[in-house]
């Protein structure tokens, strides 16, 4: 596999623990640090699959999922929101916003590719 | 380094900021900023710290961020109205947050009892057990580490060794919705293929003619058999994401037959396949819908972009050894450029213009480059000053006064160095204004004061110095308790006539306290006397102002780097000296008139009808035994950082400039009398006086020969 995965998360911490995970199941990794920024990275590139955290400055994740909705472009890359707990109100927010699914954080890296491989044509 | 070590440490540095982040936000909500982003900024760090920890398994710090988190959450969504109390509990909390990061950060095993004691708080505030009940689910939570190895394969279950085979029989009719979130059946069917052996069937039907089709509907449903040694719920998780979007209905206990391929076909429509693209077509908008940017359009595109990158401010982690080992290079650099100035000019190319004005630029980009090199390890006092906050609520809570802070200029920069070395004595002088400096709120009370004192913090950049001043509008300085007690200490002679500020700087002589009791607050063993000692030993001074019942302001004055210094090149007997200009007041003409004799090659110098003590350089260093008679020469007049004043006598002054401080307790020993070391443009190494250190010589001569300075007089 060797998919294009965009990140988008404002935690340097969670980023990098997305990009040591996700490259070591053998997926090249682009990365955002909030959701305008993950617009402009979108600019330049077609991941397979974005993930997206939900609390982020500037533009949150729903923003974020909502623009990548509504650009004719994007709107079947699936997306994958990062969730601290099993938040359902967030949860739903998301999915009404347009997330594809969801990652429970923590994650675990087998659910994590689980969850990619659910989504990624 | 092992990289989940390496992210540790990331985890870590960006807790400290989020922590920053946390007390600024608290501190301008504190102040009555209704901004939305501001509670947003604080909910996140206190989220992302909590999103961290899990990761590492810091299970103590998650449930207290969590309940913090979710009270601040209430904040957000405007359930809670955040009133001075509450505002109080959470930067509480957030101190309580910091302290509970450095100990996971150490391994240090922690009292959980104030921890617990604010998420009582929190629980209350969050009216009872809602918050308590769902904290107790989020700890029961167990984190996998992340550290497994894994490759995409290994997660597949090994269908041969299943013992109990079952059959699934999954009816699936994706909804319009299900392609609008990007979903995909060929990626869920695919995942299914992964528990076991997949049939699937598809019912086209519905599919309507070519031009009656709604590109973006949902025409396709599926029957799926699987034969799967995984129970029903692993089939389910499969469909976790399109829950709601789909019509699904999972039938188990189907006995598992070889020949399901010949039960299944009961649809007159074509023989069963395992689907391959036949829905993507439909998941996909084509590709009219979905055209490519024109050029001109991409351009327009990238515009935005640029905006956006200035908004962000991109920053380098540097280590610090190599700014450093840059600032020496470059001051070695300002050194040769001062040397090749000099040769060139003493040599014959003097007259040719182009020269001297090439020579003339690059010591103008060479002190470009200097001051640039020096900023990248100026830092903002903004971090110290937020740590002084927390600083006064903790003073504040201890003596049941009511304070409020006050920082100005958090953006002033000064150098790393002095920033870290400040946080100590600021502290101090913190505690002092809060224990000492104000009253309580009764006493302001009856003053007719606000029952709430504030103290100031103030930052800004002043004459090539940093001007710190902590200020109280307290009682201000007590001053016949003062010297009361500084006579009573033996500090100063019972009839001591002493003006307002002589009494002030009482204050920082060593061993003096004005406390009625030694409290646990201010008196911890340090005295203003070692505040100055450490605001000295920065090359910095302080200074207090006060004024009956409006309050003290000390001020301290601080050079911004410490790798240069400004300072006038004298010459003693044929030797180099640099004296730093902040310890010069004047230079003073020295007339046999003005000098007297006070003994054994002993001088006193008049400037102004004040007698200070006549310090022959050469002499006290040693470059010349001392004489009986005064030299001719120069009388520069010093101030130690204590406030009294000598002259200084040298043969003559050269010239005045910023030199580039050497250490010469690295480089050779320490010398009593000198601070350091410098190398002139002409390459010879100069050394530079320590002005307090050469007076503190002298007072040990004198009161070795026994000749007081009083009987001078």
Redesign the interface.
Known sequence: ?NATILTVD?????R??LR??LT???FRVIQA?DG??GL?VL?QEMPEVIITDI????MDGFGFIEAV?QD??Y?????LVLT??SDEEKKLRA?RA?????IV??????KL???I????? | MDPMAEIRLTFFQECEEQLTALENGLLGMQEGSADSELVNAVFRAVHSIKGGAGAFKLNTLVSFAHVFETALDKVRSGSIVPDADAMKLFLRAADALSDLVSASRDGAVLDTAPYAAIEEEFDALLGGAGGAAEDDDFQSLDFQPVTTAFSGEDAAPEATTAPARSSFLIRFRPLRELFAKANDPLALFRELTRLGRLQAQCDIKNLPFLDTMEPEDSYLSWELRLESDCDIAAVKEVFDFVDGDCDLSIEVGLPAQPAVMAAAPEASGPPPRIVQDGQADVAVPPPSVAPLPAPAEAEAAAQPKASARTAVQPTIRVDLDRVDRLINLVGELVINQAMLTQRVLHSSHVRDREVTSSLEELERLTREIQESVMAIRAQPVRPLFQRMSRIVREVADATGKDVRLRTEGEATEVDKTVVELLADPLTHMIRNAVDHGLETPEQRIAAGKAPEGTVRLAAAHRSGRVIIEVSDDGAGINRPRVLQKAIANGLVPPDSQLNDSEIDNLLFLPGFSTAQSISNISGRGVGMDVVKRSIQALGGRISIASSPGQGSTFTLSLPLTLAVLDGIVVTVDEQTFVIPLTAIVETVKHEQSRIHHVGEHSFVLRVRDVLVPLIDVGAELGVRPPANQVRSGVAILIETANGSRSALLVDNIQDQRQVVIKSLETNYKRVDGIAAATILGDGRVAMILDVDALVGLRHHDWSSTEIPFAKAS
């Not at chain 1, 347009?98 to 969801?102: D, E, I, K, L």
């Open positions: 596999m404002d935690s340097r911490t969670m990098d623990m040591m995970a070591d199941a053998g640090e305008l920024h402009d600019r609390n982020m400055p500037r909705r004719a472009k709107r079947a890359v699936p997306i601290t707990e999915r347009g997330a594809t699914g969801w954080k923590p994650f675990d890296p087998v590719v689980s969850a491989r659910r989504v990624a044509a």
